[in-house]
């Protein structure tokens, strides 16, 4: 067994749609980023990556490579997933908290879930989401972004 950690932050800006964990969340902002801005799916993937030791999502998926310029980041999530295939490493459970002040995510949450567990082609009951809000303190608070925790259990078969 092998535990990996994530974590990604990532700024509203205006003219975006807001999407985490690959839902489309009703939103005035969306997150800035060169790829999508899913930080949902961004601190799964280092977690995930971290577990299996092959580094972070920047190393793989760099933000100065034009493939990746607005990406849909479950491309990203299921490329993942075959590096860890490619390492005999298989999804135990993964658990993932977001921090967000708005909008409301508990209303989005089954349907990230599933999407996740699509993606990486495991069973809904292997990947738990949560939300809180940083009781309106901080970047968080003042409604400026988003961070994402994010903890992955493998099991290395290899
Ligand atoms: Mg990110």
């Known amino acids: 067994m092998r535990i990996g950690h994530g974590y990604d932050v990532h700024t509203f800006i205006?003219?975006?749609?807001?999407i985490l964990?690959?839902?489309?969340?009703?939103?005035?902002r969306g997150l800035a980023a060169h790829s999508d801005g899913d930080a949902v799916i961004h601190a799964l993937c280092d977690a995930l990556l971290g577990a299996a030791a092959l580094g972070d999502i920047g190393s793989h998926f760099p933000d100065s490579a034009k493939e990746f310029e607005n990406i849909d980041s479950r491309?990203?999530?299921?490329?993942?997933?075959?590096?860890?295939?490619?390492?005999?490493?298989?999804?135990?459970?993964?658990?993932i908290t977001i921090v967000a002040q708005a909008p409301k995510m508990k209303p989005h949450i089954a349907a990230m879930r599933a999407i996740l567990a699509e993606d990486m082609r495991?069973?809904?009951?292997?990947i738990n989401i949560k939300a809180t809000t940083s009781e309106g303190m901080g970047f968080i608070g003042r409604q400026e972004g988003v961070a994402v925790h994010a903890v992955a259990l493998i099991e290395d078969t290899g």
């Open 14 to 18: 205006e003219d975006r749609p807001l």
């Open 75 to 95: 491309i990203l999530l299921r490329r993942t997933m075959e590096l860890l295939d490619g390492k005999s490493c298989r999804l135990v459970n993964a658990d």
């Open 122 to 126: 495991v069973d809904t009951g292997m």
């Open 21 to 28: 964990g690959g839902v489309i969340i009703p939103y005035d």
